[in-house]
Every structure is written in C-alpha cells, then in structure tokens.
Nanobody, 114 residues
Framework: VQLQASGGGLVQTGGSLRLSCAAS????????MAWYRQPPGKQRELVTSIFSGGYINYADSVKDRFTLSRDNAKNTVYLQMNSLRPEDTAIYYCNTWIDRTNYWGQGSQVTVSS
C-alpha cells in the first residue's frame, strides 16, 4: 500500500488550499480514506474520513470549511480547505486502513499566516 500526498503550502488567513492523496495497492473504491493532522507540539488528530459507502464525517473544527472528496477512477482523495485559519497550521497526513493496519502517506505541511 502506498499513499502519495501532494499539495499544501503557505497561505494567508481566509485563503484556500487543496491536498491530494493518490493510493495504490488497495481496492480503492472499497477502502475508507481519511485525513489527519498534527499541529505543532500537539497530537495527531482526525480531520475527516470517508467510508466505502460514501459516508463522510468531519471534525467540528473544520465543518463547513473543509470538503473531502474522492475520485475512484484516479484512486485519489482530495481535501479542499477553505477559510483557513492559523489554527489549521499543521502537518496533514493521508490515511487508509485494512483490517487493523493503518497506512500513512508522507506529511504535507500547511501553514496559515495571520
């Protein structure tokens, strides 16, 4: 299983960014996918996840600002992040799981300046 993340960068408060995560080695349309983030000095936290049936959940802190989507033809999930805030600054990680094994992409740095 490989997860290749891209996107991220530096943006001002109120700006937007999009992260992408291309997956290989899994039955993509049957697998759940998720984005986590780890702010500086804090623990990794779940941002959003999508399950094979299409159900999506979001952390309260990002509801109505972030949108998760998936393109099964491209084996890719996207995280559209709008109205970014300084507290969104973190390393963002793409994630999937098979049984009880988690797989992680390399982190993408997102920095929101005030």
């Amino acid at each position: 299983v490989q997860l290749q993340a891209s996107g991220g960068g530096l943006v001002q408060t109120g700006g937007s960014l999009r992260l992408s995560c291309a997956a290989s080695g899994i039955s993509f349309s049957l697998n759940g996918m998720a984005w986590y983030r780890q702010p500086p000095g804090k623990q990794r936290e779940l941002v959003t996840s999508i399950f094979s049936g299409g159900y999506i959940n979001y952390a309260d802190s990002v509801k109505d600002r972030f949108t998760l989507s998936r393109d099964n033809a491209k084996n890719t999930v996207y995280l559209q992040m709008n109205s970014l805030r300084p507290e969104d600054t973190a390393i963002y990680y793409c994630n999937t799981w098979i049984d009880r094994t988690n797989y992680w992409g390399q982190g993408s740095q997102v920095t929101v300046s005030s």
